[in-house]
């Protein structure tokens, strides 16, 4: 981003870059933001639309999206022992609806994975073809 002013504002203008970038990422209102780093929400779209603000918020969102599964993932073995606790409930419908539970996830699961490995799988075809394509420009 383009830095205006003297040197000791450039601490403040990172800062200032950061809080931007974070309340972009997390879906802020343009106004919310101006207030957050005392500028005008005009200011804050024209900011927002910056090829390196976007690349920085996409980043971000990155960063935001893998720590929610880094979470999410810690708890999954959490909610599988209490499934696994409920299918031992000496109440049959208790029994039932955790079975029904873990057959429903396990096999939406199932075919979520196979479509990410059929993903991998293409996109590796498709490296192939690209570098096959530069190699065949190259040699002509």
């Not at 609806?97 to 075809?125: K, W």
């Amino acid at each position: 981003m383009a830095r205006r002013g003297k040197s000791d504002g450039v601490s403040r203008n990172e800062g200032r870059d950061e809080v931007l970038v974070s309340a972009l990422a997390v879906g802020q209102t343009h106004e919310a933001i101006g207030q957050l780093i005392g500028r005008k929400p005009d200011t804050v779209r024209h900011l927002a639309v910056d090829p390196e603000v976007r690349r920085r918020v996409a980043e971000r969102r990155r960063e935001i999206a893998a720590l929610a599964a880094a979470r999410s993932t810690a708890l999954v073995e959490d909610a599988l022992a209490v499934l696994e606790e409920l299918l031992r409930d000496p109440l049959a419908t208790v029994r039932f609806r955790a079975a029904n539970a873990v057959l429903q996830h396990h096999f939406r699961f199932a075919a979520e994975v196979t479509v990410l490995e059929d993903i991998h799988e293409l996109r590796s075809e498709l490296e192939q073809l690209r570098k096959q394509t530069a190699n065949g420009v190259e040699a002509s």
